[in-house]
């Protein structure tokens, strides 16, 4: 099993991949035409170009954003590492 630092390592990378992912839509990417149907702006998608320790991901995600933007996140650690993660901003 990895230890502490590693598994907390891991998570955080995972955490800035997926908030990545989630931000990689930018608002009005994809909107109604004129005929009511989905019309994608591609300029507005883009790239995130993880490559990280534990992960390499070239991104966008392959969905738009939820209409809330993002789910909540429940971190359940109790060490140091964790409680200091929950509080990171969206941005980092």
């Known amino acids: 099993m990895p230890s502490?630092?590693?598994r907390y390592a891991r998570a955080a990378e995972t955490l800035d991949v997926v908030n990545a992912l989630w931000d990689s839509w930018a608002p009005g990417a994809?909107?109604?035409g004129p005929?009511?149907?989905a019309v994608l702006d591609r300029s507005r998608v883009r790239?995130?170009?993880h490559a990280g320790e534990?992960?390499?991901v070239a991104g966008?995600?392959?969905l738009p954003p939820l209409p809330q933007g993002r789910p909540v996140l429940?971190?359940?650690g109790q060490s140091?590492?964790?409680p200091r993660r929950s509080r990171r901003t969206r941005s980092g």
Do not use: C, K, V, Y
């Open 4 to 6: 502490p630092e590693q």
């Open 54 to 56: 534990f992960f390499s």
């Open 80 to 82: 140091a590492p964790g």
């Open 74 to 76: 429940i971190q359940a």
């Open 30 to 32: 994809l909107t109604a």
């Open 47 to 49: 790239p995130i170009d």
């Open 35 to 37: 005929d009511g149907r």
């Open 60 to 62: 966008p995600l392959n």
